[in-house]
């Protein structure tokens, strides 16, 4: 008779399952020749994909059977030496728990009107690597969104609602129940999660090397990754790769807490980590911080589109990261020969200082300041505002 257990307890039982760091059966590598590939395909590795090569020439290769993926990446490196492997990490949208109480609400921190991008120059382009987006949004219907296609995602499609949200507070149509940053740019979106047998959305490395490619063949210079993970040398080589095109990326600090370890690909040299603050300048209680933060941006309490249509309430990283895009796209298509550093340098000095005096763990340089970046007209209504009357509506 097979030993008896407990019954979980009601705390136990909805707790969420912890979600998976690396996929268990491949790994990834980068930098390998086909004479080293072929070596290691007579050893009995499979190439399971590979990258255009356009940023860098990454496979997820599937070890043969018995071999651990640590052996694996050993054999990968004494194949080539010139190469570099790490495990098949996995990367989630840094999207927090919704807000239930009376007090949510939408507002405004930095000082943005919705005719910021048009007195700031020529309506930018923004790269957005996410989920999927529902353009039919009322938010979203007739905006200049295209969907760029052509990844082979390992399993069913992602859910629609991380990606309209990013996609709504930075292109949201002007007028809508959740107006965009800059609503007369174009964005150029691609579809990089998918479900994998579980109920969360996911990406990988290759996933992400092959959008980031498909990005820097449109010649797209600012992409907003609202997305974290775990450190991997290969998606490290591949985005520093990117920025030496000249690739300007903007990613979540991550929602671990104030102790977890460093998120990425927010803190990979050149990345712009974006931390969140709620309406007080407060941090977001669930940011990860650490020395690799740059800017924070309003991420608490936030009214975004839905998926499935109208608007909700959601806190998170990830929604403080296309503020911080937003003003790097404009900067980018106003001063064409400013390069990624002093793109960066210009956000970094153009901000709110909280916390500590200078830079620091929690907010960095402190809260992004549209207002130097550009003149807006003080009659304009700014993008996000507030609602008035303390009650769980939009505003």
């Not at 969104?145 to 990606?163: A, M």
């Not at 996911?202 to 490619?213: G, M, P, S, W």
């Not at 620091?360 to 209504?381: F, H, I, M, N, V």
Request: hydrophobic share 40%.
């Amino acid at each position: 008779m097979p030993p008896s257990h407990p019954a979980p307890s009601a705390a136990t039982a909805n707790r969420p399952l912890p979600k998976p760091v690396r996929a268990e059966h491949s790994i990834v590598a980068v930098g390998l020749t086909s004479t080293s590939l072929a070596r290691l395909s007579a050893q009995g590795f499979r190439t399971e994909m590979q990258t255009k090569g356009t940023l860098a020439s990454v496979v997820r290769l599937v070890p043969p059977r018995g071999l651990s993926l640590d052996e694996a990446q050993r054999r990968v490196r004494m194949v080539d030496a010139g190469a570099a492997a790490d495990f098949d990490h996995y990367y989630y949208t840094d999207e927090g728990s919704a807000c239930s109480g009376p007090s949510c609400e939408a507002i405004s921190l930095i000082g943005w009107s919705g005719s910021a991008s048009e007195q700031c120059g020529p309506a930018p382009t923004i790269g957005l690597i996410d989920t999927g987006i529902n353009r039919e949004h009322e938010a979203l219907k007739g905006q200049a969104i295209e969907v760029l296609s052509g990844l082979e995602l390992r399993g069913s499609p992602s859910q629609q609602d991380h990606g309209t949200a990013i996609a709504a507070i930075l292109v949201g149509r002007s007028g809508s129940s959740t107006p965009g940053l800059v609503p007369g740019a174009r964005l150029l979106a691609v579809d990089a999660f998918y479900r994998d047998g579980g109920t969360t959305d996911r990406t990988d490395v290759i996933t992400l090397v092959r959008a980031l490619e498909t990005l820097a063949e449109r010649n797209v210079r600012v992409v907003n990754m609202s997305l974290s993970g775990s450190p991997n040398e290969v998606l490290k080589r591949a985005i520093a790769s990117a920025q030496a095109k000249g690739m300007v990326i903007v990613a979540a600090a991550g929602n671990n807490g104030a102790g977890a370890e460093p998120s990425y690909p927010a803190a990979y040299p050149g990345v712009i980590a974006v931390t969140a603050v709620d309406k007080k300048l407060a941090i977001y209680s669930r940011a990860t911080q650490g020395e690799y933060i740059d800017l924070a941006a309003p991420g608490v309490d936030l009214w975004v589109a839905s998926a499935g249509g109208g608007s909700s309430v959601k806190s998170g990283t990830s929604y403080a990261v296309p503020f911080i895009s937003a003003a790097a796209a404009i900067l980018s298509a106003s001063s064409g020969t400013l390069n990624a550093t002093d793109l960066q340098a210009t956000l970094e000095s153009s901000t709110l200082d909280l916390g500590a005096p200078g830079r620091d763990k929690t907010y960095g340089y402190g809260l992004l300041q549209a207002s130097s970046l550009c003149s807006p007209d003080q009659s304009e209504t700014p993008v996000a505002h507030s609602s008035t009357d303390g009650k769980s509506e939009l505003p």
